[in-house]
């Protein structure tokens, strides 16, 4: 007899399964891989994004692409979040993590087509991303020379000095991938900068500002050892007030000080007309009694997360004050821990302790824009780097730029331990996996063989995006690699010269957090990917009520 059919899901369900649904899956990932493949490497190239608010994006970071693709495949979103991953915690290597995971795919979608069950592969991967990163952290290289000097403080003097060319190398290695290419030795130095002011123990990058000012050269941009930013917004006595303070005594406040006006449907009645000169007069009182507590405070530079109106402007401008409202808060936040200024909610009981101190302050004029710089900060613990630059679209790809660097150097000074770039580690990971597969038996060794071979991407792509001839040029490195001596180790590709170099000795040099991140986080991807047999695509559950949508206008028959 004919058996009913049992429905489970609601009616209308899609769902999808079996080996065309998994295929279907890497086929969806290696299509957004595709897409940012040709921006890996010194001569990637450069995406335009153009959004349906009107907005364009030209950019050749990962991340940056990925996110703005707006993907809605569900499989494919994976690759998304490893790459938002990846740039948070180490903000480089966004493009290479991708597309690993889409070389993973590709080379498994070989076995899964053969008949191998998705968890032999799964089970070969894990063991091969193993053997990876105990390989990377067996060749890695420790950038730090231990100091000599048994005081802590010296040492941690003498290890920064140590450590300034190799961190500057470092980014330049991370710039070299980016529109700035050009100038990633002056941004190198900078970067190196910025990050050697923070705080060793912490290397808290909200602590870096970057501001950005359309006009001039690229290498206009300067490094502010303090905090700078735009002129905050001024009312009618602005200019009266001082625009250079040696030695200022700095207060920060998160309150308004203005007149403000009463709220909608307020109602006061009144029987006479001194009640109303009386409820005016207190509301003045109250204003001046604020003013007159910060000047009793000694503060000659007066910030203010929020509006300071034109009564005060003036007030503090008779008094050879200088005043600044609606100050954007990480900006009131890095002053506070640069000067060493606590911010206030009121003005009662202002104690000596609460207010900051620096060097200097002044009002300097950036392009179209003036910006306050306060230099000279005891508690310097902070720094502003302000890009300069021909175009908006130009200085944001500039700002994506000095952020993956500065990530590279923090991560290379909180984790001294660095190898070649330009492949060279993949190459040699690769060579070390495949004499592994040799020594072991079944489907194992073919899938940790694969893994070997999906890693090669890596160098292939950097030489195809540079235009130069793939094939030789990994032939050209595993017979490098394949030196019993090790002597070939460092050996990656050569941009400059259309050949292979020993990318050590040219000081390419990436952090081993970055290759470790990646591999670890592609692996991972891949391996959720591939266990993944079923898709339910369950329909949109039915509204309150019935009703159609309404027909748009210009529609109507």
């Given at each position: 007899m004919m058996q009913p059919k049992i429905l489970v899901l609601r009616q209308g369900t899609d769902e999808s399964q079996g080996i065309p649904q998994l295929i279907s899956n890497i086929n969806a990932c290696n299509a957004i891989v595709d897409i940012v493949r040709t921006t890996l490497g010194p001569r990637g190239m450069d995406k335009l994004i153009y959004e349906g608010n009107g907005?364009?994006?030209?950019?050749?970071?990962?991340?940056?692409?990925?996110?703005?693709?707006?993907?809605?495949?569900?499989?494919?979103?994976?690759?998304?979040?490893?790459?938002?991953?990846?740039?948070?915690?180490?903000?480089?290597?966004?493009?290479?993590?991708?597309?690993?995971?889409?070389?993973?795919?590709?080379?498994?979608?070989?076995?899964?087509?053969?008949?191998?069950?998705?968890?032999?592969?799964?089970?070969?991967?894990?063991?091969a991303s193993e053997l990876a990163k105990e390989k990377i952290n067996e060749l890695s290289v420790n950038i730090n020379k231990p100091s000599s000097s048994s005081d802590d403080k010296n040492s941690s003097s003498s290890t920064a000095g140590v450590n300034r060319e190799i961190l500057e190398k470092c980014a330049s290695t991370a710039l070299n991938s980016k529109l700035v290419h050009s100038h990633r030795?002056?941004?190198?130095?900078?970067?190196?900068?910025?990050?050697?002011?923070?705080?060793?123990?912490?290397?808290?990058?909200?602590?870096?500002?970057?501001?950005?000012?359309?006009?001039?050269?690229?290498?206009?941009?300067?490094?502010?050892?303090?905090?700078?930013?735009?002129?905050?917004?001024?009312?009618?006595?602005?200019?009266?007030?001082?625009?250079?303070?040696?030695?200022?005594?700095?207060?920060?406040?998160?309150?308004?000080?203005?007149?403000?006006?009463?709220k909608d449907n307020a109602e006061i009645r009144i029987d006479k007309s001194e009640d109303y000169q009386a409820m005016i007069d207190a509301e003045w009182k109250i204003i001046y009694q604020k003013l007159d507590q910060i000047v009793a405070s000694g503060a000659n530079v007066i910030f203010s997360r929020l509006a300071i109106g034109d009564l005060a402007t003036q007030y503090f401008a008779d008094r050879n004050i200088f005043c600044g409202g609606r100050v954007p808060a990480d900006d009131l936040n890095r002053l506070s821990k640069a000067t060493g200024a606590k911010i206030q909610t009121t003005v009662s009981n202002l104690i000596p302790a609460v207010v900051g101190i620096s060097e200097l302050f002044e009002e300097l004029q950036i392009g179209g824009e003036r910006y306050n710089f306060i230099t000279g900060c005891p508690?310097?613990?902070?720094?502003?780097?302000i890009l300069r630059g021909g175009g908006e679209q130009f200085i944001e790809e500039a700002h994506r730029s000095i952020h993956d660097a500065i990530m590279v150097v923090r991560r290379a000074k909180k984790h001294s331990y660095v190898v070649g770039g330009g492949g060279a580690i993949e190459m040699e990971v690769s060579r070390y996996l495949r004499e592994y597969s040799r020594t072991i038996k079944g489907k194992q060794q073919l899938v940790i063989n694969s893994f070997a071979k999906a890693l090669e991407v890596i160098p292939r792509q950097i030489s195809a995006n540079a235009g130069f001839d793939s094939t030789d040029i990994l032939n050209k490195l595993r017979q490098k690699h394949a030196d019993a001596s090790g002597g070939g180790k460092w050996y990656g590709v050569d941009i400059e010269n259309e050949d292979i170099c020993d990318t050590f000795a040219k000081n390419i040099w990436e952090p081993v957090m970055v290759k470790l991140n990646s591999i670890t986080a592609a692996t991972e991807a891949a391996c959720l990917i591939l266990s993944v047999d079923v898709t339910v695509k369950a329909p949109r559950p039915p509204g309150p009520d019935d009703t159609p949508a309404p027909v748009p206008r210009g529609r109507r028959r």
């Open positions: 907005a364009i994006t030209i950019s050749n970071d990962g991340a940056t692409i990925m996110k703005l693709l707006e993907i809605v495949h569900p499989a494919a979103l994976t690759l998304v979040e490893i790459a938002k991953s990846q740039d948070e915690e180490v903000g480089d290597g966004t493009t290479t993590v991708v597309i690993l995971a889409g070389e993973f795919l590709k080379e498994a979608k070989e076995f899964i087509e053969t008949g191998v069950h998705p968890t032999d592969i799964i089970r070969g991967y894990t063991r030795d002056f941004f190198s130095k900078m970067v190196v900068d910025a990050v050697l002011k923070l705080d060793n123990s912490l290397l808290d990058l909200d602590l870096i500002g970057i501001k950005k000012e359309k006009g001039g050269s690229l290498e206009d941009s300067l490094l502010v050892d303090g905090v700078a930013f735009k002129k905050c917004f001024s009312y009618a006595g602005f200019e009266q007030q001082p625009k250079k303070i040696p030695n200022p005594k700095i207060l920060l406040l998160n309150l308004e000080l203005e007149l403000k006006a009463e508690n310097a613990k902070t720094a502003t780097i």
